[in-house]
């Protein structure tokens, strides 16, 4: 196994377990959508995507969005996407991500590596906690949603 940086000539395979992470989430299948959602994110450089591979096999991948912290004036990385496929899972997948994710934001000399993850996802809190992620407790976490405003 080894974590890649994707790039355009892995749009589909990342778009599709794009496609797999958002039915996971209870969105409905689009594969059209995902490889040009990918794709735009790939050409503007708008994120980061890792992916896990062995030999002709795509296992899972991880996406990190930029961002920065005002008040310390440092770059920050949101880890916005992080998925494995089911036959694939419990064999360090996941963990490669982290690691490959991690030594990039340390590279990048951001200040931290922020995450969210559903309050029912148990596994993926065990992960992140093994890793060292800790839950904020200094702040709520807020969301307008501007879809449903008239």
């Known amino acids: 196994m080894e974590a890649v940086r994707a790039n355009l000539e892995h749009i589909l395979e990342v778009a599709t377990l794009f496609n797999q992470y958002r039915m996971f989430y209870k969105q409905e299948s689009n ?55 089911e036959a694939a899972r419990q064999k360090g997948v996941a963990q490669m991500l982290l690691d490959t994710a991690k030594k990039f934001a340390i590279e990048s000399k951001a200040k931290s590596l922020d995450l969210q993850t559903a309050i029912d996802n148990k596994s993926a809190q065990a992960l992140y906690e093994k890793n060292g992620y800790q839950v904020d407790k ?10 449903n405003l008239k």
């Open 31 to 85: 594969l059209n959508g995902a490889i040009e959602f990918i794709t735009e994110r790939i050409k503007k450089k708008d994120s980061i995507i890792f992916v896990v591979k062995d030999e002709d096999k795509y296992l899972g991948f991880t996406q990190l969005y930029p961002s920065f912290s005002s008040v310390s004036m440092k770059r920050l990385w949101i880890l916005n996407d992080l998925y494995v496929t």
């Open 138 to 147: 200094e702040f709520f976490s807020y969301s307008l949603n501007l879809e």
